[in-house]
């Protein structure tokens, strides 16, 4: 089984000798930021500019909930049951919540038939039909040697009924040591539950149209 727990010993090192060593004027470590591996964008923008005159449901994506220790630029990490560390040296390029809700537009604008998907901060000329609230309980590397998402969504009409929801997680084994193999699993898995969650829109959509 893969060792993770390696990397975040060897980086708390490595943070130790950087303090130890900048008394005598050493350099400071370097540091790594990282984007989530995000869908093919211009599939999804010719996929919203070609349809957007015939789509006949207006879905509004409300902003990620994110759970607050997601929300520090360092990527988390769960170290034990109960011990949760934000690197310090190994940080989003952009803030994760903006990463998630850029990826999950551009697949359900591009998955989607029959609905025009608008995001919260681009929303203000149009009335929804239905609004998408995702939550996010988890999205880190744990010590077992996997990347973990969960979190839950609910689909909700312009009554503010819900109409749909679920709960969802996803966990996929780390193939080596590192923050760039951490990364590249928490981006395969998220959007893998973002193609469940375009599923299961769809199907909630076709139930509320036979209704």
């Known amino acids: ?7 975040f010993l060897l980086t708390a090192v490595a943070v130790l000798t950087t303090a130890v060593g900048g008394c005598a004027g050493a350099p400071a470590q ?7 591996q995000q ?21 509004l994506l409300a902003a990620v909930d994110m759970a607050p220790y997601l929300t520090h630029d360092g990527i988390v990490y769960q170290a034990g049951p109960n011990r949760i560390v934000v ?11 903006t990463q998630i809700n ?31 609230q995702v939550n996010i309980d988890q999205f880190q590397g744990r010590y077992d040697g996997n990347a973990v998402i969960s979190g839950s969504w609910q689909l909700l009409d312009s009554k503010h009924e819900i109409v749909a929801q679920n709960d969802f997680e996803q ?41």
Do not use: C
């Not at 923008?45 to 449901?57: C, E, F, G, L, M």
């Open 102 to 132: 850029t990826g999950l537009y551009r697949t359900l604008s591009r998955g989607l038939t029959d609905v025009r998907v608008r995001q919260a901060n681009t929303a203000h000329a149009m009335q929804p039909d239905y609004r998408l």
């Open 30 to 36: 370097s540091e790594s930021l990282f984007l989530l």
């Open 171 to 211: 966990t996929n084994p780390l193939r080596s040591d590192g923050y760039a193999e951490l990364v590249r699993a928490l981006s395969h898995g998220w959007q893998q539950i973002e193609v469940r969650l375009q599923d299961n829109i769809t199907q909630a959509l076709a139930q509320q149209a036979g209704s």
């Open 87 to 97: 690197a310090a040296n190994n940080r989003w390029a952009a803030p994760l919540e």
């Open 1 to 7: 089984m893969i060792r993770l727990r390696r990397v």
């Open 39 to 59: 869908p093919d964008s211009a599939s999804a923008t010719h996929s919203v500019a070609s349809d957007q005159h015939s789509k006949k449901i207006n879905l």
